[in-house]
């Protein structure tokens, strides 16, 4: 299970605000509703693509003591299970938006440094239809 944490909208936000990510969320669970039942739970690396650069950071666990279930911390700026960080995608979307081409955005997305097959943003361009 994942949350999505609204409060870290970007790298830096969440970079800052990691080493103190067990204080600031809730620990009522997300599947069974006991107060108070999450407990931390480890960490893991997650790597993603943004413009200019790949990146690893690393996503905190919880797991509840009163049911079997483990949340995932995850910041705003990913998604769910891809490589790319959400600011690619809206960049594909705005740029079908404004009217270009589908087949001219993988070069513009290139030149700003990030390779993205053209499958993938024609999946992502067709979902935001
Ligand atoms: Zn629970």
Request: charge should be positive.
């Amino acid at each position: 299970m994942q949350r999505v944490l609204r409060q870290f909208p970007d790298i830096h936000s969440y970079l800052r605000g990691f080493p103190n990510i067990l204080d600031s969320c809730s620990r009522q669970c997300d599947h069974c509703g006991a107060e108070d039942a999450l407990v931390g739970h480890g960490t893991y690396r997650r790597s993603f693509v943004t413009f200019g650069f790949k990146r690893t950071i690393r996503i905190q666990r919880l797991r509840c003591t009163k049911c079997p279930t483990t949340i995932s911390l995850v910041p705003l700026f990913l998604r769910c299970r891809s490589p790319y960080a959400a600011e690619v995608v809206r960049q594909v979307r705005t740029a079908r938006a404004r009217g270009a081409p589908l087949y001219t955005i993988p070069a513009s997305l290139a030149a700003m440094g990030v390779a993205v097959k053209y499958a993938t943003i024609r999946s992502w361009a067709a979902r935001a239809a």
